[in-house]
């Protein structure tokens, strides 16, 4: 049972709007078709992969965003245990862990139900919030990863904030 119709009345495609926003910052972006968008963004520790995905049976525009860190089979049950501390954290969006690939990914989706126009600053938050936590927590995935600490340890580095400049 549904609670809500879905309608067809929308003006513009929501990927549009993204391809509009990836245009003007000059970002590498691939239409593939009308209901996703890939864009690579380079961020501060290293590339991100972002994709954009339109739902229209529950009208939401949904973000991916992957950067390059293959989890290994003997590191997968740490990260996992990471990926769980800094959910914690988060108040919107979420990673998860493909266990196919092993790959990390920030996920997170606009709803924009009944036909509301997906504006450019909605779409400028979802992208940033996302580059926001992937930059915040991408060291903590490699201190797992690589280094092999604990995930309590890699998280409480990666919110351990210094204050003023040395």
Known sequence: MS????????????????????ATHG????????????????GRWTDYHVSFSWMDE????????????KVPDPRRTEVLQLISHINEHLWVGHFD?????????YRH???LAGGVEASGKQCEVLLDMALEACERYYQAFQFVVW?????????????FETAGEA
Request: aromatic share 6%; with cysteine.
């Open 58 to 69: 529950i009208e939401a525009l949904h973000l991916a965003c992957a950067f390059d860190l």
């Open 27 to 42: 970002w590498s972006f691939d239409r593939s078709h009308d209901d996703e968008i890939s864009i690579s963004i380079a």
């Open 109 to 111: 989706a606009l709803l």
């Open 97 to 105: 862990l493909w266990s196919h690939d092993g790959i990390v990914m």
């Open 3 to 22: 609670l809500a119709n879905v309608t067809d009345d929308r003006q513009m495609n929501p990927l549009d709007v993204i391809e509009h926003m990836a």
């Open 147 to 159: 280094a092999g600490k604990p995930a309590r340890e890699a998280v409480d580095s990666s919110l």
